[in-house]
């Protein structure tokens, strides 16, 4: 079973930088396409940011060149770098491993990123 636990969230001001951390445990990391999403209060979740089992990345539009998103099968961990950050960034950030092969997702159970102004 695979669990993902997330860390690394908290309270950071305007233009300041965070690092978010998400812990594989069980499974394959290297075979999963593994994902960022948030979800602010009031909306829908987002995805952030892609990383493949390539090394392939792709980012929303809302936090290209400010966001980067990396991983470490070594440690079964996936990374999301957080600069030049905006109070509209303030959500829940959730980490999502993707088996393509199997079609299942796994969710952790989410980080609070807060941005004050």
């Known amino acids: 079973q695979v669990q993902l636990v997330e860390s690394g969230g908290g309270l950071v001001q305007a233009g300041g930088s965070l690092r978010l951390s998400c812990a594989q445990s069980g499974g394959v990391f290297s075979n999963n396409i593994m994902r960022w999403f948030r979800q602010a209060p009031g909306n829908q979740r987002e995805l952030v940011a892609t990383?493949?089992?390539?090394?392939?990345?792709n980012y929303a539009d809302s936090v290209k060149g400010r966001f980067t998103i990396s991983r470490d099968n070594a440690k079964n961990t996936v990374y999301l770098q957080l600069n030049s950050l905006k109070p509209e960034d303030t959500a829940v950030y959730y980490c999502?491993?993707?088996?393509?092969?199997?079609?299942?997702?796994?969710w952790g159970q989410g980080t609070q990123v807060t941005v004050s102004s």
């Open positions: 990383i493949a089992t390539s090394g392939m990345t």
């Open positions: 999502n491993a993707f088996r393509l092969a199997l079609g299942r997702d796994y």
